[in-house]
Nanobody
Framework: QVQLVESGGGLVQTGESLRLSCVSS??????????MNWYRRRPGEERELVAT???????NYAESVKDRFIISRNNAAHTVYLQMNSLKPEDTGVYYC???????WGQGTLVTVSS
């Protein structure tokens, strides 16, 4: 069974940074054709798309994180990253990794930003 395993969440203060990682158990050849997404669910809200990176490396971001978050991928390592800078309390939530083609979700990693 294919798995996505996220890591890197934690408790930080406003203005600090975190780097999330998501490792896929898919083979390299399969992973490299996946568009990868990071979603988050903030307390009391629906899950929302935060960032996307395509197989060619094109990136898209939610307006709320543009210029602060950076999504990247390492196909050889089956890994997608989310570098989160200048964190705000409203960034608090559970962050999920998602493989678009396979529809696989990770279990989520909690990010808490204190004011």
């Amino acid at each position: 069974q294919v798995q996505l395993v996220e890591s890197g969440g934690g408790l930080v203060q406003t203005g600090e940074s975190l780097r999330l990682s998501c490792v896929s158990s898919h083979s390299t050849s399969f992973f490299r054709v996946q568009t990868m997404n990071w979603y988050r669910r903030r307390p009391g809200e629906e899950r929302e798309l935060v960032a996307t990176i395509t197989t060619s490396g094109s990136r898209n971001y939610a307006e709320s994180v543009k210029d602060r978050f950076i999504i990247s991928r390492n196909n050889a390592a089956h890994t997608v990253y989310l570098q989160m800078n200048s964190l705000k309390p409203e960034d608090t939530g559970v962050y999920y990794c998602h493989e678009a083609l396979s529809g696989t979700w990770g279990q989520g990693t909690l990010v808490t930003v204190s004011s």
